[in-house]
């Protein structure tokens, strides 16, 4: 039995999310699993910020702004404000760089608030939830960190998107990846 293979090849993104949404307790436990993940050292480059309620309404005005479309097409913007109450929990997932680090550049530290994300998202989708990450043109703007209250040294990754479950939601089948294609060996020298 290999749980955590069965585990990954059965996650699906769920887009679609009823009202239902882990409490912090259960964040707190799958989180602290989620922060083993590779770390050069130890710097925890990221943290995670729960969004539920109005919150989400502030991120919907953010995107909106960032989107420079309030004057030009009202309805578009407020169609991008609305995105952030497809469900009921956003965890914003934040990379936290210590610059200049001597040992670990800013890209290691992103790739390692990344991967917290990806292994939170299984976890979350392990625990039964439904999960989207999100993203979009405008993860990086000025607005949406002044929404988080983002740091100096801190730069939005995306968000995930959680709730239940749908009744009678069942994931899709997907045909495997050839894996061998993305697999090279770099050959030994002599």
Same mark, same amino acid.
Request: no cysteine.
């Given at each position: ?16 999310? @009823? ?5 912090? /307790?259960?964040?707190?436990?799958? +989180?602290?699993?989620?922060?083993r993940v590779?770390?050069? /050292? ?11 309620? @109005?919150? $989400?309404? $502030? ?6 702004? /960032? ?7 009202? $309805? ?13 929990? +956003? ?9 200049? &680090? ?15 994300? &990806?292994?939170?998202? +299984? ?30 040294h801190e ?19 997907? @045909? ?8 090279? @060996?770099?050959?030994? $020298?002599?």
């Open positions: 039995m290999r749980p955590v293979l069965d585990a990954a090849r059965g996650r699906r993104s769920v887009s679609r999310v @009823t009202d239902a949404a882990p409490d912090d /307790a259960e964040l707190v436990e799958l +989180l602290g699993a989620a922060g590779a770390d050069h /050292a130890a710097l925890r480059p990221w943290r995670v910020i729960a969004l539920r309620g @109005t919150a $989400r309404e $502030r991120l919907g005005a953010a995107l909106a702004e /960032a989107s420079g479309l309030e004057a030009s097409d009202p $309805r578009g913007a407020a169609k991008l404000a609305a995105k952030p109450l497809r469900a009921p929990l +956003l965890l914003a997932v934040v990379a936290v760089r210590t610059p200049d &680090h001597p040992k670990v550049p800013e890209w290691e530290q992103d790739a390692a608030a990344a991967g917290v994300a &990806h292994l939170l998202s +299984l976890l979350l989708d392990e625990a039964g939830w439904g999960v989207m990450w999100r993203t979009g043109p405008h993860t990086r703007h000025s607005a949406v960190a002044s929404a988080h209250e983002l740091g100096e730069a939005m990754l995306g968000w995930l998107y959680v709730g239940g479950r749908p009744t009678g939601w069942r994931a899709e089948r997907r @045909t495997p990846s050839d894996a061998s294609t993305r697999l090279t @060996t770099l050959p030994s $020298r002599a």
